[in-house]
């Protein structure tokens, strides 16, 4: 059981949580919800490793926290891998952890590292596990493997993931996290949980048809006041009227059948009909107000954007027009990889898209830094964007840099992009440092300074999907889409690498 009471915490300068409540005794939970919102901080709040300043949280026992990253091996692997407990030792036979790959640990993929971390926390037998961004890096073999060894576990396990199959095949309750500013006119400016009980997957459906219902039921209440309002007006109007018929001193002297209506008006009550006529209709609007304004209006949020719109597209631009990129961007020679795979050589064309796929530590990595090697000796390192797998402290440091350098249009084109890319700019740049963010948020930095600078003749993208929330994942298909430039993917998104390479004309892939 895990219970969070009143919990407030803030970090870099920007409150997150404010009198948070939460209770879940799921066997296994999701937490979902934009990237920034807190779901990391909040799985470190719950597992001890940060500390509210306010508020108790309450663990039934020992947790564990993986974080998202596999920068360094975890340390417990030494005693649990080569200790006697046989029912330790079994999850890193599950997951394919041997010796031999604990011993070369700076040289596995993404998804290898993953699967050495997650076996030595669930080595550990603890009573709640906390997972952050689990499937991040791993192909479709590897998912199931991790799926597996999750569902053996004893654990209550409680992560935060965007990855729809991987969630859905493990969670029974999802935890969705909102700004309530962010999701309704007149909300606070507090994050809110909203719990389902039901996978990833049905909880976005049901979501979804909660503000499609609230934002029908708001737009009906509306137009019933605004209704109301007209005839307010109308007998406002009328009531004006009559006031001004009503009055003798207006008659002429000598007119005693003008004034003997009135009178018989005033005693007939006809002349406080508009009045009286317009008083109810003034308490039905009020009361109508009263009602629309006790549903939570959903708020719209634009979303979407294009490369095309900072001077990105290679038929339009001004600045870089398409006879200025050449029709072979770069030949890539026949290679031996580090890890002895041979590729054969190809071009990668103007406008080709490429799709580099194979299983963890088939050499999909490997292959991208060899691309990137030929390109800086062909002098061609300047006319390439590339958003590496894992963002570390050096790619932040240089981004913070070239975005310091930016003017204030420029700063001001990539704050608007990040918020089509689902993130909150005034959340960011509240912030005692913007690039303090999360890796999602980092992810779409990245993507964002990339409109604001020289354009380019390719795009290396490796795992783009990679801590982003769905919203964002969406938006960047439909970017991505439209792009003239050449991409090179890497990508275990299969619906991802789908809707924006395998229908286009140009698209070939490279299996490792």
Not at 239 to 250: D, M, P, T
Not at 365 to 380: D, N, P, W
Not at 406 to 412: H, I, T
Not at 437 to 450: H, V
Request: net charge neutral.
């Amino acid at each position: 059981m895990i219970q969070i009471n009143s919990i407030s915490f803030s970090f870099g300068g920007q409150i997150l949580f404010q009198n948070f409540s939460l209770a879940t005794n799921a066997k296994c939970a999701c937490i979902a919800g934009n990237n920034g919102i807190g779901k990391s901080t909040l799985l470190k709040l719950a597992a001890g490793i940060l500390r509210p300043s306010s508020g108790k949280i309450k663990i039934s026992g020992d947790a564990i926290y993986v974080e998202q990253e596999c920068r360094e091996i975890p340390q417990s692997v030494f005693s649990s891998f080569w200790g006697g407990d046989n029912e330790a030792r079994k999850f890193y036979s599950v997951l394919g952890v041997s010796e031999e790959k604990i011993s070369r640990w700076e040289e596995l993929s993404g998804g290898e590292k993953k699967c050495v971390q997650i076996a030595a926390a669930l080595a550990e037998n603890p009573a709640v596990l906390f997972l952050d961004e689990p499937s991040n890096h791993l192909d479709g073999e590897t998912k199931q493997k991790i799926i597996f060894a999750l569902k053996k576990s004893a654990a209550q396990i409680v992560l935060v993931c965007h990855d729809r199959e991987f969630a859905d095949a493990l969670c029974e309750q999802t935890i969705f996290l909102f700004r309530e500013s962010e999701a309704f006119a007149d909300g606070e400016d507090k994050v809110c949980a909203k719990i389902y009980n039901s996978n990833l997957s049905r909880a976005l459906e049901l979501r979804a048809e909660e503000f499609s219902s609230l934002k029908n039921e708001w737009q009906d209440a509306n137009q019933n006041s605004r209704k109301i309002k007209n005839a307010v007006e109308k007998w406002r109007q009328e009531s004006a009227r009559s006031s001004g018929c009503v009055k003798k001193s207006a008659i002429e002297k000598g007119d005693h059948d003008a004034k003997s209506k009135i009178d018989m008006a005033r005693l007939s009550g006809k002349d406080r009909t508009a009045g009286d006529t317009h008083a109810r209709f003034e308490s039905l609007l009020a009361r109508a107000n009263e009602r629309r304004d006790k549903i939570k209006k959903p708020l719209s949020k634009k979303s979407g954007f294009a490369f095309s719109n900072a001077g990105m597209d290679f038929e339009t631009s001004n600045r870089f027009g398409a006879r200025d990129i050449p029709e072979n961007i770069l030949q890539f020679p026949k290679t031996i990889l580090a890890n002895g795979k041979t590729v054969e050589s190809f071009c990668i064309r103007r406008g080709a898209r490429i799709a580099l796929v194979g299983k963890n530590g088939s050499g999909k990595t490997l292959l991208v830094k060899a691309i990137l090697q030929e390109a800086k000796e062909k002098g061609r390192a300047e006319n390439i964007f590339y958003l590496p797998q894992i963002t570390d402290e050096n790619f932040r440091e240089r981004l913070c840099e070239n975005f310091d350098l930016l003017s204030d249009e420029e700063k001001g084109a990539v704050l608007s992009t990040l918020y089509r890319l689902n993130s909150n700019p005034d959340s960011l740049a509240e912030r005692e440092n913007i690039f303090d963010a999360s890796p999602g948020e980092i992810r779409k930095i990245a993507i964002a300074m990339s409109l604001c600078q020289r354009p380019s003749y390719l795009y290396i993208l490796d795992e783009p999907t990679n801590h982003l929330d769905l919203k964002s994942v969406l938006a960047l298909e439909d970017a991505l889409k439209n792009l003239s430039a050449a991409l090179v993917i890497v990508s275990h998104d299969e619906a991802f690498l789908k809707n924006v390479l395998l229908f286009h004309k140009d698209f070939f892939s490279i299996s490792l």
